[in-house]
């Protein structure tokens, strides 16, 4: 994607580095009236506890969704300036004409930070995971509850049909917190506790390490 590499985040229980770290970074700070920020380099922010679990296929807490704003994407992202949709998996999306779907066509080449293609069906998963049961999504299901099914129409375009018209209907969807899309492949036995500790995405970061109780490092994703 042709946007700028944001820098990483570390932190006394949570930890992001980003390794292209620029001479401008290292030999000078920021100033108030600095037009450019510094590229590269190494951020540290403190958790003030350990996150519940790092998988987004369950209930969590504030601490895991703060990590996994930077390794999960959802299908279109939110402009913080224009409160507008712009292209995220997706590179664009068609409302059905009767208000009732919402057709979503993704980026070829789009891969998880483990390799694997993003694919319509990969999206269909995701949706129906976080409405099984088993997966205890319990803070997640609920925003989720007014879409009907999801439909592969092909490899890299699929619909949700919804049961009745809401606003909220399309950010439920795209929300990365809500959707953000994980392989099936890390993510697929709702028993497997190990995968509570795994954070598999698409975005800028992908998980280096994870030492419970002292750090959480994450490094920039090369491929995003």
Known sequence: ?????????????????????????????????????????????????????????????????????????????????????????????????????????????????????VTAEVVKWNFEARMDKRYKAFNIRPYLENIKD??????????FNIKKKYFGNLDVICSFSIMGLVPKSVYGDPNNKRAHKKLVGTGPYMLKKYNKGRAIILERNPNW
């Not at 949570?14 to 600095?34: M, W």
């Not at 999801?150 to 619909?159: L, S």
């Open 1 to 117: 994607m042709n946007i700028k590499k944001v820098p990483a985040v570390l932190a006394g229980l949570f930890v992001l580095l980003s390794f292209a770290i620029t001479a401008q970074a290292v030999k000078s700070k920021p100033t108030v009236d600095q037009t450019t920020a510094p590229q590269g380099g190494t951020f540290y922010y403190p958790l003030s506890s350990d996150p519940e679990r790092l998988s987004p296929l369950g209930s969590g807490d504030m601490y895991g969704r703060y990590v996994r704003q930077y390794v999960l994407e959802g299908l279109m992202r939110t402009n913080p300036d224009t409160d507008e949709l712009e292209p995220g998996i997706a590179k664009k999306y068609e409302v059905g004409k009767d208000g009732m779907s919402y057709t979503f066509y993704l980026r070829e080449g789009v891969t998880f930070s483990n390799g694997e293609p």
């Open 150 to 159: 999801v439909e592969v129409i092909d490899k890299h375009t699929v619909r």
